[in-house]
């Protein structure tokens, strides 16, 4: 895990890799307090156990759903129904069609931040910026 600078502005976090995962933390997060970066932190550990796993890490995909599916009663308190959100036929057209009640797939890219309009809380952590 490295302290940093991160890709495209607006990413907080992200994990690259295939055998060894790397887990980079924008430096801005830990403003925002413990509470922020350990779900910051939670959410980009389930990226690292899918790619060592050799499983697709996607947010879209089946096993991110698993996971996220699973720890949501222990990390939000509650459970929640979590499935690929897919391609279908409406009216003739392609539309992403989420499930009724099924997170979207922005929730799933968000996860467990979707839960929390703002996500802070807890001490504010000092890190250098750049």
Request: glycine share 8%.
């Amino acid at each position: 895990m490295v302290i940093g600078i991160t890709a495209y502005g607006h990413c907080i976090a992200l994990t690259r890799g295939y055998d060894r995962p790397r887990i980079s933390i924008a430096s801005t997060l830990f403003r925002d307090g413990t509470v922020a970066v350990s779900a910051t932190i939670l959410h980009e550990m389930i990226h690292a156990k899918l790619v060592l796993e050799g499983k697709d890490s996607a947010h879209n995909g089946q096993p991110w759903c698993d996971e996220i599916t699973r720890l949501s009663p222990s990390v939000l308190g509650r459970a929640i129904h979590a499935k690929p959100v897919r391609p279908r036929r409406v009216d003739g057209k392609p539309k992403r069609v989420v499930e009724p009640g099924h997170l979207s797939r922005k929730e799933l890219a968000r996860w467990p931040h979707h839960a929390h309009e703002n996500l802070t809380g807890g001490a504010v952590i000092p890190v250098d910026t750049y």
